[in-house]
């Protein structure tokens, strides 16, 4: 609990240092940044966000990202990419998403979903802060293991969180990299 607040707080503290900061809400299942950020009504429809965008990708489209993009600051330092706008139609296009067959290709939808926000907006990003779901899922472990320049591992110190806890990032530290620049793993 707290982890797309702290996520809110920190992309809020880089913005007003004049950081360009993308927040994605890849927490699909459970999405709520656009809530924290007070910019729900600005998703326009289930089509909308990481989850249409992830979907377009797959089938070989190419979308553009900026207009998935909703400013969140007056100083044009803060943008989300919201998951999406939560109905019917949001929950099926969850269900056309098969993050598990992505491991078996070299370019995936979220590999090109990560290139596009690094280098296909209409500015160029200082910090990407991503909000995923918690625990190693389909979609969360490659975001971690392969996306990730720095994991921050938020946790409850309860006996069951610590040892889940600790294998993560035991597993972080001992990760191989794709990335040509140098690798970050938490301490």
């Known amino acids: 609990v707290g982890r797309s607040t702290a996520l809110a707080h920190t992309a809020v503290i880089l913005a007003g240092q004049e950081k360009k900061v993308v927040c994605m809400d890849m927490d699909l299942e459970a999405p709520g940044l656009a809530a924290l950020f007070g910019v729900e009504d600005q998703v326009r429809s289930a089509h909308h966000g990481v989850a ?6 797959d089938m070989g489209e190419e979308p553009d990202v900026n207009e998935h993009l909703i400013p969140v600051d007056d100083k044009g330092n803060l943008f989300l990419i919201p998951a999406g706008n939560i109905s019917a139609a949001y929950a099926n296009t969850l269900t056309l998403l098969d993050p598990g067959a992505w491991y078996r290709e070299v370019e995936n939808p979220l590999k090109k ?8 907006l209409s ?13 190693l899922t389909t979609l ?23 040892l889940g806890t600790q294998l993560l990032v035991q597993g972080l530290q001992n990760a191989v990299t794709y990335r040509k620049h140098r690798r970050l793993a938490p301490e």
């Not at 249409?52 to 990708?57: E, F, N, R, W």
């Not at 969360?140 to 610590?162: C, G, K, M, N």
């Open 123 to 135: 500015f160029k990003p200082d910090v990407i802060l991503i909000d995923s779901r918690t625990g």
């Open 140 to 162: 969360s472990a490659p975001l971690i293991f392969e996306q990730a320049d720095l994991a921050i591992v938020v946790f409850y110190p309860h006996s069951q969180t610590r």
């Open 113 to 120: 979903l990560m290139a596009l926000v690094r280098n296909s």
């Open 52 to 57: 249409d965008l992830l979907v377009a990708l």
